[in-house]
């Protein structure tokens, strides 16, 4: 079959459209027909940087939709030909993935391949971030990178659950795709100071909570956002580890009882895996009554550097997927 190999640590010229070995089909396991593969930023982070999960040369990815070709042993629930979305370790970007089939899951008819295979890492981490942040109706939610994947995801789910969102973006352009997601303000952080504008649109008591996926030298921002015994969320990594050090005078200095709390997917798909198929059902729900709104660029999987390097660049909006 053909897949993407990263060959080495580096920029998107280690990423190798070749033919592979098909993976081998376990007991419990299910082999999927990839029509659509999600492209995550801990994609770029696997190929860029030393990972002691992976190391070359290895098929990333993680998301993906298609159609059920084989049933391994034990199997129940599914069939072959259902249209379903996964989760994998690894092994996405090729043109047959074998995942456990219990985070494999059938998506409804209305509902395409290439939004499903956007739901996992980006969906599940709107969800799971809701559900653990506290946050109430009427509460104030700041969501760095509003009008990216997981930007566009927390936009609709904390709209639909009467939270009051304020997005953070780099361009008008961006932002229009921001509100469009759901965010009921939102502010271009290249005109306007993001801690000011927040401030100013809460009426000087700041947020409840900042989702941060940016992290870096400014996450000290984040913490400036807060309300009274609000709380910032670190969720990713863009411009690199979030700069603690600068942030802990006005974290633990300020004495306004803040918090600061790391959230990593995998940790809590492990420990809540029974919720996993319900929240997928959900964020499908989600999409297909227009809650949920997420644009779509796709890239063929040949084109896999030229994705990559869109996403570097922050040139991409919502959801970037792959066609093998």
């Avoid at 982070?45 to 993680?62: E, H, T, Y």
């Avoid at 502010?187 to 008591?205: F, M, N, S």
């Avoid at 633990?252 to 809590?268: C, M, T, V």
Wanted: glycine share 12%; with cysteine; charged share 20%.
């Amino acid at each position: 079959m053909r897949a993407v190999l990263v060959e080495d640590i580096g920029g998107p010229e280690v990423l190798r459209f070749t033919d592979v070995e098909a993976p081998a089909l376990g007991p419990g396991d299910v082999r999927v027909a990839v029509r659509s593969i999600g492209v995550n930023f801990r994609d770029v982070q696997q190929r860029r940087l030393p990972d002691g999960d992976q190391a070359p040369p290895f098929v990333p990815g993680s998301d993906f939709a298609g159609d059920v070709i084989e049933l391994g042993a034990d199997v129940t629930g599914l069939r072959t030909g259902d249209r379903v979305v996964g989760v994998a370790l690894a092994g996405a970007y090729a043109e047959e993935v074998v995942a456990p089939a219990l985070v494999v899951q059938p998506i409804p008819d209305d509902v395409s391949y290439d939004i499903a295979a956007s739901l996992p890492v980006a969906g599940l981490s709107a969800s799971f971030l809701l559900s653990t942040s506290g946050l109430l109706p009427g509460d104030t939610a700041v969501t760095w990178a509003a009008a990216g994947g997981l930007g566009c995801f927390l936009g609709g789910v904390l709209a639909a659950a009467g939270v009051r969102t304020i997005g953070v973006t780099s361009s008008e352009a961006k932002a229009e795709v921001a509100r469009a997601a759901g965010h009921a303000d939102v502010v271009d952080y290249r005109r306007a100071d993001p801690v000011d504008a927040v401030l100013e649109l809460t009426g000087g008591e700041g947020a409840h909570v900042v989702f941060d996926s940016v992290g870096g030298p400014d996450f000290v921002r984040s913490v400036r956002m807060l309300r009274n015994e609000g709380t910032v969320i670190v969720c990713g990594r863009a411009a690199g580890e979030p700069d603690i050090g600068a942030a802990a005078a006005d974290l633990i200095g300020a004495r306004r009882n803040r918090g600061l709390r790391d959230f990593y997917l995998g940790a809590h798909v492990f420990d809540h895996l029974d919720q996993v198929p319900g929240r997928l059902a959900a964020l499908a729900a989600g999409v297909a009554k227009g809650e949920i709104v997420v644009p779509i660029t796709a890239f063929p999987l040949a084109d896999v550097r030229r994705a990559h390097e869109e996403m570097e660049a922050g040139r991409t909006v919502g959801k970037l997927v792959l066609h093998p």
